[in-house]
């Protein structure tokens, strides 16, 4: 599994003025990594990770190529000692648009930086001159092209629900960024913190935030869309820390953002899965519905305190929610009951024990599960239909209808 080795490097003396920076700030109380701690770190790291060939060195903070010349050097040569065969894969780093030029990407190159990330924030020069980037959307767009002319991994990082920024500008955003198709993004919701121009702003009421929910449904809508185009989104909203808690005045702070934007993004597929049923004639049953994901996503399909589902209840529709690990990551698919009840008939003796009545869609005969004499591999029971000897029985406790009816549709389904 891919991991990095983090080192925070403050921009100090930062000649900007971003609104949503509180550097100017915090930085008093901040230390500067030198050569020893960069080496102490990456030599830490050697005896911990599971595997150094899938670790990167990465340098954060936002402008790392900005910082004074003498310094990056300092950092870069003792990072690139654990850099190459048997060593880390490479180093990533972070900077602003506006300080990329050929010169420094060919230093970057000799240093072994394997990717790079930009601060894009906006693609709107409206919404980057009012938050006082001190950089313009070209520049984001020109830096990305040479970074990519050089071989690097791209990452752009793009801040939703910035000052003046509505609707019009967030599309702006998210379209050029689908056009450049970085490698990855990171997507962070504004988070104001005290002691910037955003918080002024705030409080003197000319910064009219969008709502919580207009901003998730934003960062939505580009966490699924940059998902499925390819575009590894390696952060969505900020990590959970007590000096965002302590220090924010506004914005949009969830602990979970991410899981947030996911449940919305299964509870969409899975309402547009449905429609396409209605559409198709195809609905199921009894407003019963069983919607299979991918591996490991069935929490983020069901929603936290199982909204999602709950959601459907209220509509009159029962949903269940099961795992096909041929499905990827936000894929969805509407699986009809007989379809769905199928995987009721292996290993069932444990169902079967807790229900009162079951039914074989072979034979299509009904009875009480204490009829049953016969298992398939004893240990974990499937069982054999007392009357025909196939092993196709489902009970009532797994949810299904256990009628001749139902039987039968499964019986055309599966024989
Ligand atoms: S976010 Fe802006 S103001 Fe803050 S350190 Fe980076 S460039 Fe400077
Ligand atoms: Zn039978």
Redesign the pocket.
Known sequence: MHSNISIFVP?VG?P???AF?D?RTITGEQKLPHKEDVERACLQALGQVDDISDTEIAFFG??FTAIPREYMLELLSAAYKFVGEGKFKGIRLST?PDYINREVLDILKKYGVTSIEL?AQSMSDEVLDANE?GHTAEDVRQASRLIREYGFELGLQMMVGLYKSGHRQEDETFNEIMAIHPDTVRIYPVVILKNTRLAELLASGEYKPMSFDEVLSLSTRALGAFTESGIKVIKCGLHASEFVEKDMVGGFYHPAFRELCENRIYLMKMESALHDANSQGTTPNDMRVTFAVGKGCISKAVGQKKANIQGFEKLGIKVKITEDKELGLYEVRLIDDVTAAHKFSIYNKKQLGKSKKCGCFYCCEIFTPDEITNYLNESEGTALCPHCGIDSVIGDASGYPITKEFMQSMHERWF
Request: proline share 0%; aromatic share 0%; hydrophobic share 0%.
């Open positions: 921009h930062c900007h003025k971003c920076c550097q936002g402008s602003r601060g980037r």
